[in-house]
């Protein structure tokens, strides 16, 4: 059974740091690509980080180029994403995502709350 445990989120100052970590379980880690995602109230979901399996390749949305860093330990069934100079509009909800072919599991996701 799939399972994830994301952990690191909660309330920071604007211009703060925060590092997000997943934890997930039950299906071969190294194989997935995994991505962070985020949902503002009242917005839609969106992909905020992607990082490749096997080579590590990293890519970002516009909003968090720059600020944010995703990274991934294999032996640890982990990715990470760090959040650096975080800004009100980054305030989210932020999901864990794995995904590998037609498989795509979801992280129940974790609050992060920048106050301005």
């Known amino acids: 059974q799939v399972h994830f445990v994301e952990s690191g989120g909660g309330l920071v100052q604007a211009g703060g740091s925060l590092r997000l970590s997943c934890v997930g379980s039950g299906f071969t880690f190294s194989s997935y690509y995994m991505n962070w995602y985020r949902q503002a109230p009242g917005k839609e979901r969106e992909m905020v980080a992607h990082?490749?399996?096997?080579?590590?390749?990293?890519s970002y949305s516009d909003s968090v180029k720059g600020r944010f860093i995703i990274s991934r330990d294999d032996a640890k069934s982990t990715v990470y994403l760090q959040m650096n100079s975080l800004k009100f509009e980054d305030t989210a909800v932020y999901y864990c995502?794995?995904?590998?072919?037609?498989?795509?599991?979801w992280g129940q996701g974790i609050q992060v709350t920048v106050s301005s």
């Open positions: 995502n794995a995904e590998a072919g037609p498989y795509d599991y």
């Open positions: 990082i490749t399996r096997d080579d590590h390749i990293t």
